[in-house]
């Protein structure tokens, strides 16, 4: 069966981009009529929403031990340097945009 | 973005706020989110837990140093995790260096076979996902395996992307590649985890006595 925008294999790289909404509308569009009339990729599309949807769930095993008293301590010093404006010539760090 | 989530970042925004105003419940608060988020992307990322907990103290000095450069509060998570990444790469080059590995678009698709025009691919049903809680927390364990076996630059996009909800931008302006990188890596490493996840759900239904765990399906 012949699809408006090729087989499968061609779509299978673009589907991330697809469940993100960040493909152009006409791309989107070819992808949702091809899903449209096949069945399997309709699948795999499912199961790969669903493990985007798990790793937006997961809750990792390890938590880190509680805070000790020292390292308290600095970051406390730290944040009063902080309020204080003492850090004179702070480190250049560029932020995101 | 799930409203739990959404919420979360709300807090974060307003807890910046709060700890320039000095307010001294924000301090405990900010520190405890932060700490717990940065030890969790560096426990993933480094491998080892000593080296998580050091990433996150050095990542919350740095935060409080160079907290003015933070200009526009709603950016405090990406900002946060930059800092966190160039700490887990100093942890790195400590240790043994690893070459990028590239994972390939043709293992990440499913078995398959050509006949003629027709492909079949087996897939698991995933339309039964574990609901029992001790399945959960091994579909939980499972996940968190593919993710920690994944070639580093995979493993920092989808963290970043999947599991701390940054945006594309975001993510690549913490990890300082383009947006069509973020996009590829991220779709690479959701391929290989939904494949690994594939793999177990097969391997349930095996033990369940499931024909081989599989749907065999008709491709184009």
């Known amino acids: ?97 | 973005m799930v409203a739990g989530r959404k919420v979360e970042r709300e807090n974060e925004i307003e807890l910046v706020r709060q700890l320039r105003a000095g307010n001294p419940a924000a301090f405990d608060r900010f520190v405890e989110h932060f700490r717990s988020k940065i030890f969790q992307y560096s426990w993933m990322m480094c491998g080892h837990r000593e080296d998580a907990e050091e990433v996150a103290q050095e990542t919350l000095l740095k935060v409080f140093e160079n907290f003015e450069q933070l200009r526009e509060p709603e950016r405090v998570r990406s900002w946060v995790f930059r800092i966190a990444k160039n700490a887990c790469l100093m942890k790195r080059r400590r240790g043994i260096f690893e070459p990028a590995q590239e994972l390939s678009l043709d293992e990440l698709m499913p078995l398959a076979q050509r006949n003629g025009q027709m492909v079949k691919i087996e897939i698991a049903d995933w339309s039964g996902l574990p609901d029992r809680e001790v399945l959960r927390t091994e579909l939980r364990d499972v996940l968190q395996r593919a993710m920690a076996e994944l070639p580093e630059i995979y493993r920092s996009v989808i963290l970043l992307r999947d599991v701390e909800e940054l945006s594309t931008e975001e993510t690549a302006q913490v990890l300082e590649v383009s947006t069509d990188v973020v996009k590829t890596r991220l779709h690479r490493a959701r391929l290989a985890v939904r494949q690994s996840i594939d793999l177990y759900l097969r391997n349930i239904a095996e033990t369940r006595g499931g024909r081989n765990g599989t749907q065999v399906r008709q491709l184009h």
């Open chain 1, 1 to 97: 069966m012949a699809h408006k925008c090729g087989n499968c294999t061609e779509i299978f790289g673009m589907l991330s981009e697809y469940l993100d909404l960040e493909l152009p509308p006409a791309m989107c569009q070819e992808i949702d009529e091809h899903l449209a009339t096949c069945p399997p990729c309709v699948d795999f599309v499912k199961s790969l929403r669903k493990t985007v949807d798990l790793c937006r769930q997961y809750e990792p095993s390890e938590t880190p031990a509680p805070l000790g008293e020292a390292a308290r301590r600095d970051l406390l010093a730290a944040y009063r340097r902080m309020l204080t404006g003492e850090f004179a010539k702070p480190e250049k760090i560029e932020l995101p945009r």
